[in-house]
């Protein structure tokens, strides 16, 4: 086992994973910008070191000061939360090379991921389903056209390189393809420096359904069920449920089989997300996510398996501590995302909380690095904090949440926690009968 992780994030995920690493007796080690000295994952650490200037790119993101900070403490282990490194191919291999093990899967497996059209023909080839559209990236409008006559307007064309919703354009007629085609490579190019582009079927009114899986990096792999994360603004997921309100048992082990399969035969390690948009019946793979998530409480919740644990365990080289037999699941969880937000116009909202208060009782849990009199750093995005409720079913976890929902108190800044007072007392969303538009039609009509 590691002597001493170095926790490679701040904010809520860095305290989620220093909470893992010193319930298995590891020592941690925090990194921090000058924004964040006194911030509570510093605090809270065996040992801290400053890694630059509050801009993510001279301090979260900065490679060299990172490494660094692991030769001067001696941490033997890496752990990169979300966002930020988690994904960066390159990070893990420079880990590597300095003989510190990176808490994520293997670099190829980060590269083949991070590629859309390649992560895409991977799912395919290991027997995920995929949405129906172009073999590869498309360059001219000929082929285009042929591909979209074949599967059937409207067609969405993405950008190979793509990632948080962005370099995607809708065609609904032949008519409009050449315009969508032109401004997703042009769009593509500009952003991510990459225009290749394909052809997919638009799906109308999907669910944004993902599976959880771990692998142990030696061909073994299990499914941890799934997370509904159909309520979306900006293609940022707002509220989480395991499990969906939308799938039954059958469908359950029929997606989570044909992932964890997948998974094992990739040879798999640590924790993985493939994400699916669902709709009448079927499953249609969109892209895998190589890191832990922000929502992977509501699974913790549902399993009673701590996902830190294991990425740990399986880094180490111990293995996973379950098989797909022992995973059971049990009642239902929800997360709400809280955003240090104006809870209608959504403009970033940073400063001081005066007094910060979170519920409590049975059920509850808050994963949050806030307390009261922190100053909020403008320099990094709203999270402050996930309200995760669990029940014996979904009844109960809305009842639960409803209460918690008002026993949350967060003085001195705006924040999001309005329109989840408005969500729990939803008709739609207490019947569970929502798809990845709901949420901005609903703000569309009622903000
Ligand atoms: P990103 O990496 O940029 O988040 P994704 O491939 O995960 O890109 O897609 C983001 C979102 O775009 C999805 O959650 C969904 O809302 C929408 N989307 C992507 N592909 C399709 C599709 N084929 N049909 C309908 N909507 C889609």
């Known amino acids: 086992m590691f002597q001493k992780i170095l926790i490679a994030n701040r904010g809520e995920i860095a305290l989620r994973v220093l909470r893992a ?35 993510s790119r001279d301090s979260y993101l900065n490679i060299h000061q990172i490494v660094a900070a692991c030769e001067i403490t001696g941490a033997d282990a890496v752990h990169p939360g979300y966002g930020f490194l988690s994904e960066n191919a390159k990070f ?18 980060i590269r083949i991921m991070g590629d859309k059209i390649e992560a895409k023909r991977t799912a395919q080839r290991l027997g995920i389903p995929v949405v129906p559209g172009s073999d590869g990236a498309v360059t001219d409008e000929a082929t285009a056209k042929k591909i979209a006559a074949e599967i059937g307007y409207p067609v969405i064309i993405k950008a190979s390189a793509g990632g948080g919703g962005r370099g995607m354009k809708v065609a609904r007629s032949e008519a409009d393809l ?57 293609h940022q997921k ?27 035969e990739l040879s798999y390690a640590g924790a993985g997300t493939v994400e699916f948009l669902y709709e009448n019946g079927e499953f249609y793979f969109i892209e895998m996510n190589t890191r832990l998530q922000v929502e992977h409480p509501v699974t913790e919740a549902i399993t009673g398996i701590d996902l830190v644990h294991e990425q740990i365990r399986v880094a180490s080289g111990s293995g996973l501590s379950v098989e797909q037999k022992d995973i059971k699941f049990n009642g239902h969880a929800i997360e709400c995302r809280i955003n240090a937000e104006d809870p209608k116009t959504f403009t970033p909202s940073p400063g001081t909380v005066s007094h910060f208060h979170t519920p409590g009782g049975l059920g509850i849990r808050v994963d949050s690095a806030v307390f009261s009199g922190y100053r909020i750093p403008p320099f990094y995005d709203s999270l402050i904090g996930k309200l995760i409720v669990h029940g014996s079913n979904r009844v109960e976890c809305m009842m639960r949440l409803r209460r918690a929902l008002g026993e949350f108190v967060v003085d001195g800044i705006k924040t999001t926690l309005p329109l989840f007072q408005e969500l729990v007392n939803n008709t739609d969303i207490a019947n569970g009968d929502y798809d990845i538009h709901w949420l901005e039609k609903y703000l569309a009509d009622s903000h």
């Not at 690493?21 to 924004?35: D, M, N, P, W, Y």
């Not at 893990?92 to 990176?102: E, G, M, P, Y």
């Not at 500009?190 to 582009?197: E, M, N």
């Not at 048992?249 to 094992?264: L, S």
């Open 92 to 109: 893990a291999d420079i880990l590597a090379a300095h003989n510190i093990t990176f808490i994520g899967p293997r670099a190829d497996h």
């Open 21 to 55: 690493a010193r319930e298995l007796g590891i020592q941690t080690v925090a990194v921090h910008s000058t924004a964040d000295a006194e911030a509570m994952h510093v605090r809270l650490a065996d040992e801290s070191v400053c890694i630059g200037p509050p801009p």
């Open 178 to 234: 050449e315009i969508a085609l032109a401004t997703a490579r042009s769009e593509a190019g500009a952003a991510f420096g990459d225009d290749a582009v394909y052809v997919e079927k638009y799906l109308e009114k999907p669910r944004h359904i993902e599976v959880q899986v771990m692998g142990d990096g030696d061909g073994r792999a299990v499914h941890l069920g799934e997370r509904d994360c159909s309520l979306q603004r900006r």
């Open 238 to 264: 707002v509220w989480e449920e395991a499990n969906s309100p939308a799938l039954n048992a059958a469908d359950r082990t029929r997606i989570g089989t044909t992932v964890a399969n997948a998974m094992a």
